[in-house]
């Protein structure tokens, strides 16, 4: 059973788990730096994943969708963790204020299925093969021109995705909330529920 964990760290499932449901008041302190960051921004609660990086840093399994269609959910993608690019996280050649890094957040958040070409361009001018990307070797190059790669991790311009997450809890209404399944068990329910959404 998942408890209200208030101080204690969550593993991912549990965390996807919460915020796909709508659940924040079960998230805990810890997990306030992204709500913080959606204040900021204006944003209803946000589910996040990245894009194209099935990596086993990032975690234990992949989920699969279909490409989005234009109009089918609010959903969006940047090139960088916005979290991390919002609170400082992600190193910049010039020192930014939040102000100025909320909207290099807004100039470079793509709602459309333009980011695809732009990213696949991206990939394969900054790495030496289009596995680069997937297994997280250095790019050469940054898609925004205000990133410094010399001094960031690969959160600077691992692509990450967005959507609602009331529309995911929408979604998921009618269904039992997994209340007596262990965090195993998250990750594969909520996976079937959401596919092709």
């Known amino acids: 059973m ?3 964990l208030k101080d204690a760290p969550m593993e991912w499932p549990q965390v996807l788990y919460l915020r796909l449901t ?6 805990g302190a810890g997990r306030g730096n992204t709500n913080r960051a ?12 990245f894009v194209g990086r099935p990596h086993p840093d ?14 089918a959910a609010d959903w969006a993608v940047t090139p960088f963790d916005t979290g991390g690019m919002l609170k400082g996280h992600i190193a910049t050649h010039e020192e930014l204020d939040e102000t100025e890094r909320a909207s290099i957040i807004e100039r470079w958040t793509r709602r459309d299925i333009t980011y695809a070409a732009e990213k696949d361009e991206w990939i394969d001018s900054a790495f ?9 070797e250095t790019p050469t190059s940054h898609v925004v ?6 001094h960031n991790s690969d959160h600077s311009w691992t692509w990450e995705g967005r959507l609602p997450s009331v529309a995911y809890a929408i979604r998921c209404a009618g269904y039992s909330l997994l209340k007596e399944e ?7 329910r909520i996976r079937r529920r959401t596919h092709g959404f």
Do not use: I
């Open 2 to 4: 998942v408890e209200d």
């Open 58 to 71: 990032y975690s234990a399994s992949v989920t699969v969708y279909p490409q989005p269609e234009f109009g």
């Open 22 to 27: 709508a659940q924040y008041d079960r998230l």
């Open 128 to 136: 030496k093969s289009r596995g680069g990307y997937v297994r997280s």
């Open 38 to 49: 959606e204040d900021v921004l204006g944003w209803e609660h946000q589910v996040y994943f």
């Open 145 to 150: 021109p205000e990133v410094d790669l010399e």
């Open 182 to 188: 262990t965090s195993d068990h998250f990750a594969c």
